[in-house]
C-alpha cells in the first residue's frame, strides 16, 4: 500500500506542510521551437493539454523570490497557524534557463528556515550534466524533488498531445536522477483523449515496477481548458473524448493506487482547474465533496 502525502510530510517533519506555489520565469523548449524531432518537425505551442499559464494558474506573480514566498505564506497564514512549506516551482519547465541564475534563485528560496524542501517541475529532456550538478548541489542542503510530467506511456497519445519526447528520454532521465540521489515525482494524467481505461492501468503498472522504486506519484484527471488546443479538439470530439463522471473517475483512483508499492507517497488525486478556464469535468470544481468520496473509496490503500 502507498503512502498519503500528508503522512509521510507529518512523519518527516513532525507536523503539517503547505506547499508555496512560486514562479521561476522559465519557459518551456515545447512552446519555444527548440524541440525538432528526429523526422525534422519543430514542436511548438507546448502539450495540447497545457495553458497559456503552463498549468501553473495559481502559482505566484514573477517577482523577487522572497517576496513570491511572503505573498504565499500570507494567503495560507490566514487560515492555518502553518510553520513549514515546501517551495514549489509549478508551470512551465524550471529546469529550462541557465544553471547558475537557477541555482542562485533554488538556493535563495531553500536557505530559509521556514522551508523544509524544494519541489522542481521539469521535462525529462531537460535534466542535462550541468543542470543534474546544480539539483545534487541543492540537495546537499534541503531535499529536492524532481517532478516530471511523463502523462502517459504509450508512444500514440504522447505524440497525440504533443509531449516533444519519446519514453526511453525519461528512463534515462529518471535513472540519471536516482543514481544522483534526487527524489523524483512522476504525473500521470488519466483520460487523455484514445486512452482505454487498461491504457491508463498500464501507465500506473509500469511507474509501480520501476527500478529503482518510485518516490512519488501525482494523479489527476484530465481537464479541459479554454484556450487549449485541446479544447479546439473537444469541440469537434477528434480524437474521441470520454470525460469521467466522479464515479467512474473515484473508482479507476482506486484501483491506481491498489498497483502501487509501499514506498511510493500518493502526492495527488485529482487535479484543480481555474474556474474561469475549466469546460470539463466540471464536478471537479466541487472540491469538498471530489475529496470525500476519494477518502471513502481510497483510504484501505493507504498504510495506516
Not at 528560496?109 to 523544509?116: F, K, L, Q, T
Not at 511507474?207 to 506519484?217: K, M, V, W
Amino acid at each position: 500500500m502507498p503512502q498519503r502525502l500528508s503522512d509521510y510530510l507529518k512523519r518527516e517533519y513532525g507536523e503539517k506542510v503547505y506547499r508555496l506555489s512560486l514562479t521561476s520565469g522559465c519557459s518551456c523548449p515545447n512552446r519555444d521551437g527548440s524541440i525538432v524531432l528526429p523526422d525534422g518537425t519543430q514542436l511548438k505551442g507546448g502539450c495540447t493539454f497545457c495553458s497559456e499559464g503552463g498549468s501553473g494558474e495559481f502559482a505566484a506573480r514573477i517577482a523577487p523570490i522572497t517576496e513570491q514566498i511572503e505573498e504565499a505564506k500570507e494567503r495560507i497564514c490566514k487560515k492555518t497557524d502553518a510553520r513549514k512549506f515546501i517551495a514549489y516551482f509549478q508551470s512551465y519547465t524550471n529546469t529550462y534557463g541557465d544553471p547558475d541564475k537557477l541555482f542562485s534563485l533554488y538556493k535563495e528560496a531553500i536557505d530559509r528556515s521556514d522551508i523544509v524542501a524544494l519541489s522542481i517541475g521539469t521535462r525529462p529532456d531537460c535534466i542535462g550534466p550541468e543542470i543534474l550538478d546544480m539539483l545534487k548541489e541543492l540537495n546537499k542542503i534541503k531535499p529536492v524533488w524532481i517532478e516530471l510530467g511523463l502523462q502517459t506511456i504509450h508512444e500514440s497519445t504522447a505524440k497525440a498531445i504533443n509531449r516533444g519526447y519519446e519514453l526511453p528520454v525519461f528512463e534515462d532521465a529518471y535513472r540519471r536522477l536516482k543514481e544522483a540521489g534526487i527524489t523524483v515525482i512522476v504525473h500521470v494524467i488519466l483520460g487523455l483523449p484514445g486512452e482505454s481505461k487498461e491504457d491508463m492501468l498500464g501507465t500506473v503498472r509500469y511507474l509501480a515496477d520501476l527500478q529503482p522504486t518510485l518516490d512519488g506519484i501525482k494523479l489527476q484527471n484530465l481537464q479541459i481548458l479554454k484556450g487549449t488546443r485541446m479544447y479546439e479538439q473537444y469541440l469537434c470530439n477528434s480524437p474521441h473524448f470520454h470525460i469521467f463522471s466522479m464515479e467512474e473517475y473515484t473508482d479507476l483512483i482506486a484501483e491506481c493506487l491498489a498497483l502501487l508499492p509501499k514506498e511510493t507517497v500518493v502526492h495527488r488525486m485529482t487535479g484543480d482547474g481555474p474556474r474561469k478556464l475549466l469546460v470539463e469535468p466540471l464536478w471537479t470544481l466541487d472540491k469538498k465533496r471530489v475529496l470525500n468520496t476519494l477518502t471513502r473509496k481510497c483510504s484501505k490503500y493507504f498504510q495506516e
